[in-house]
């Protein structure tokens, strides 16, 4: 598991990844990071499943009933279609990658960006002045080569408020992918090496 809502990354969602890649589990159950931590190794059993593309991404989750490609996976049904492993140990395996690097084939995986920097200031996500909540905001960041790349923050993270990291460093996250678009989602708060 190389994402879930510990810190309200990814709302109603888990991304696992094996050698062949990623791909983002639809779920319910809250929260989904207390069943399956970050670095679990699980089973994903997908007889009764469904796969969809949503803007040209693969996602994986329940029949749908209604308007959506996938529904999510009930809570009372996720130990049938995902088992975690509980004997073995917590796996952290980012792959580093260039922004310039950065395919298709990366998608939904574990990636760590070094030596990067904002290129804006502020907090990681903006407020809706109607309703005072923060919105799902999306942020630059920029390598020493000068290629750029989206940051994608979900208004429910927990550290949406939070400014963000000053001077240069590393952010960990899951390449996303919508339309044509790469975006990186910060996973497990991980970014470090930034100006206190």
Avoid: M
Avoid at 44 to 68: E, S, W
């Amino acid at each position: 598991v190389t994402a879930n809502d510990l810190y309200g990354e990814f709302h109603r969602t888990i991304v696992v990844e094996d050698a062949s890649g990623g791909i983002a589990i639809a779920a319910e159950g809250s929260p989904l990071a207390d069943l399956y931590p970050f670095g679990i190794v699980a089973t994903v059993r997908c007889n009764g499943l469904t796969l969809c593309d949503y803007g040209g991404k693969i996602q994986l989750g329940a029949p749908p009933r209604g308007d959506y490609a996938v529904d999510r996976i009930p809570a009372r049904e996720l130990s049938r279609y995902l088992r975690r492993d509980d004997g073995g140990t917590l796996q952290r395996d980012f792959v580093r990658r260039s922004i310039s690097e950065i395919s298709l084939r990366d998608v939904d995986t574990y990636v760590r960006f070094d030596q990067v920097r904002f290129t804006t200031q502020g907090t990681w996500c903006d407020i809706d002045p109607l309703s005072g909540k923060r919105l799902t905001t999306e942020r630059t960041i920029v390598d020493p080569t000068g290629a750029t790349f989206r940051v994608r923050t979900l208004g429910s993270a927990h550290y949406a408020g939070e400014p963000l990291p000053k001077g240069k460093g590393s952010l960990c996250g899951i390449v996303d992918y919508f339309n044509g678009e790469f975006a990186l989602r910060v996973t497990n708060y991980e970014f470090f090496g930034f100006t206190p």
